[in-house]
């Protein structure tokens, strides 16, 4: 399961960091300067505004016919998106119809993501023995760093073989054929995998759910509020980080564009190593306890974060970004348990793919556009510190309404 992850990640990401480096030019030429910027951004965050309802369609069926089937269809959706989006013709080419198509192309990606994401991480926690849903959970979100990293080398290769002017006109698609060709590796691995025990014993001794969705709305609405709290502000951060920060420092800091692709590649090396810490934390000493130690750590990098790279100095841009992603990923580590937890077997997808997509949404598909246009408004860092910061602490605040969950038993 994490390798599949990891490919549905890597071919998500390609699409952000290369919407903040190449797609303003190419798709949307007759808009200029920050509305070009701005509407790259928008057609990025369509994908995040489709995820719900992939996941919620993907966690219907997989709450009524099983996890596997849903992840092999997930794999393909992103692989032959990717595709399309590496053969994509741009602006010049077809006019009006290249960023139609690239939306739409967006939307399957985004699709996909949405039932990837619970799916998978739901599998694994039900697969994962006793006192290790924590550990073997981070596994798979370790897919989302190593999707990146991934995604950072690959483009790096590709603009140092060809140079920057064939990176903008014609290379940064090889990175899309590799996703493409990557994902039929993950589709072998996955079609191996036998379907979830835990879901298997509850189809032959439970009813199943009609509407799993219905239910957890109905049974569960304090849990999805709460939890949701916790999570939008981490995927808010997440997104300025790794995405707008590329253009932030290419754009307005005027600093070469492998400069940020570097950062992000060493902070999400180290937020590796931090999500899987994170889970294997939060078995010994509670989800909660590691998801508010994330929450605080990271309110203190994003203090630090704009500030250290206004400096323009290597080093401390290295240590700002180290000080952010990494922490947040720490608490994402301890994520799929915690939001696996609260609900029996035959609404726990839908339940996990609730809150995980309702915090994508929120925190997530509007964050690139919105930092953009503060800046654009304000010529400052500061409001969006402001904003993400407060964002943090309204999770760290609900988060201390939330029961621990390690010791739940899933077959109650």
């Given at each position: 399961m994490s390798v599949g992850?990891?490919?549905e990640w890597f071919d998500f990401g390609l699409y952000g960091v290369v919407a903040a480096l190449v797609f303003p030019q190419l798709f949307f030429p007759p808009l200029s300067g920050a509305a070009g910027v701005l509407a790259s951004f928008a057609s990025f965050g369509v994908g995040l505004l489709v995820r719900p309802l992939g996941a919620?369609?993907?966690a219907h069926f997989g709450d009524r016919i099983g996890r596997k089937r849903m992840l092999?269809?997930?794999?393909l959706m992103m692989s032959f998106a990717s595709l399309g989006i590496a053969v994509l013709p741009g602006y010049h080419a077809i006019g009006l119809a290249a960023p139609i198509l690239l939306l739409l192309l967006r939307c399957v990606q985004g699709l996909s993501l949405g039932g990837e994401t619970s799916t998978a991480q739901?599998?694994?926690v039900e697969y994962a023995p006793a006192g290790k849903r924590g550990l073997v959970g981070a596994l798979v979100n370790l897919g989302s760093p190593l999707g990146q990293i991934l995604v950072t080398v690959t483009l790096v290769l590709t603009e140092a073989i060809g140079g920057r002017q064939a990176f903008l006109a014609t290379t940064w698609r090889i990175p899309f054929v590799v996703g493409f060709l990557m994902a039929f590796v993950g589709l072998f691995i996955r079609m191996k995998v036998a379907e979830s025990p835990m879901f298997e014993v509850a189809s032959g001794t439970e009813r199943r759910t009609r509407a799993p969705l219905v239910a957890v709305i109905h049974d569960f609405p304090g849990v999805v509020f709460r939890l949701t709290l916790v999570w939008t502000p981490q995927v808010a951060l997440y997104y300025v980080v790794a995405i707008f920060s590329l253009h932030y420092i290419s754009d307005v800091?005027?600093?070469p564009p492998h400069i940020g692709l570097y950062l992000l590649l060493a902070a999400n090396?180290?937020?590796a190593v931090t999500v899987v810490a994170g889970g294997r934390l939060s078995d010994r000493f509670g989800r909660r306890a590691v998801l508010a130690a994330s929450l605080v750590l990271t309110i203190g990098g994003m203090l630090a974060y704009f500030?250290?790279?206004n400096t323009k100095m290597w080093g401390l841009?290295?240590?700002g970004s180290i000080l952010t992603l990494p922490m947040s990923l720490l608490g994402y580590g301890a994520l799929p348990a915690m939001l696996a937890e609260p609900f029996p077997t035959k609404v726990r997808l839908s339940g996990h793919a609730t809150i995980f997509t309702l915090g994508n949404v929120i925190g997530g598909a509007p964050t690139p556009f919105v930092a953009e246009w503060l800046i654009a408004q304000t010529s400052s860092t500061v409001w969006l510190t402001v904003v993400l910061v407060c964002g943090l602490l309204i999770g760290l605040i609900a988060l201390t309404s939330i029961p621990e969950s390690r010791h739940l038993s899933l077959t109650e």
């Open positions: 992850t990891t490919l919620l369609v993907f092999v269809v997930a794999l739901v599998m694994a800091l005027k600093m090396s180290v937020g500030p250290l790279l841009m290295l240590l």
